[in-house]
């Protein structure tokens, strides 16, 4: 167990709906990061938060946002979403100070659109 | 552009040993990070290596060589649990976002 949870573990849903996607980072983590793993792309960074600020973003769709709150927990929120939006999103977290440090990978949710 | 090479596929008996090679070309190098990854699981960490050099934890140990943009993870003694994907990682910044290889899936048989 890493430390970092998400919620739901799974989740179905129809093409051109809404989904909220929820991390919790480990006890004391500041930077919380948020992969999409898909068969044909791997795993992809799509932004990262340090502190409530948005620090990195990678190749996330405009249709994605993300925030992380005062307390530190970060929601992906996925917009009209597409069947090719299917994947396994990850957050990971980590002390997120001068250095890279190692980052703890939460268990995942399992996005299906259909 | 940005590129991180891993071969596809490994097979090993149980107890030997096997290298899983990488090859970065990206703008700017901050560390390189090993994951293990089991089907449908979250990655775990292995290694991390910034210095040119071996580090060596247990039955993993894990080279970099920042001159030829290459790196290799070591596992000795395979057991079958060790069947898993291996990620290669390297993070570009001091923020410590990682750009993924593709993964080498290592299949250990007895």
């Known amino acids: 167990d890493s430390g970092v949870t998400q919620t739901p573990k799974h989740l179905i849903t129809a093409t051109g709906q809404r989904v909220t996607l929820r991390c919790s980072p480990r006890?004391?983590?500041?930077?919380v990061y948020w992969y999409q793993q898909s068969l044909d792309q791997g795993l992809q960074f799509l932004i990262q938060y340090y502190n409530g600020e948005e620090r990195a973003k990678g190749n996330i769709l405009e249709r994605f946002s993300a925030q992380q709150f005062p307390d530190l927990h970060s929601e992906l929120n996925l917009s009209s979403l597409e069947l090719g939006d299917s994947a396994l999103y990850f957050c990971a977290s980590s002390v997120g100070t001068v250095d890279p440090y190692e980052q703890y990978f939460g268990p995942g949710t399992r996005l299906t659109v259909t | 552009g940005q590129n991180i090479d891993q071969p596809t596929e490994m097979t090993a008996t149980e107890g030997a040993i096997v290298q899983i090679n990488c090859t970065y070309q990206?703008?700017?190098?901050?560390?390189l990070f090993w994951y293990q990854q089991h089907a449908g699981e979250a990655p775990t960490f292995l290694s991390y290596?910034?210095?040119?050099g071996l580090e060596e934890k247990g039955r993993f140990s894990s080279f970099l060589s920042r001159s030829k943009g290459y790196s290799y993870l070591l596992l000795k003694e395979l057991q079958m649990k060790d069947s898993a994907s291996y990620l290669c990682a390297v993070t570009t910044d001091s923020w410590g976002k990682l750009q993924f290889g593709a993964g080498t899936q290592v299949v250990v048989t007895p």
């Open positions: 006890s004391g983590d500041l930077s």
């Open positions: 290596n910034v210095l040119d």
């Open positions: 990206t703008s700017g190098f901050n560390g």
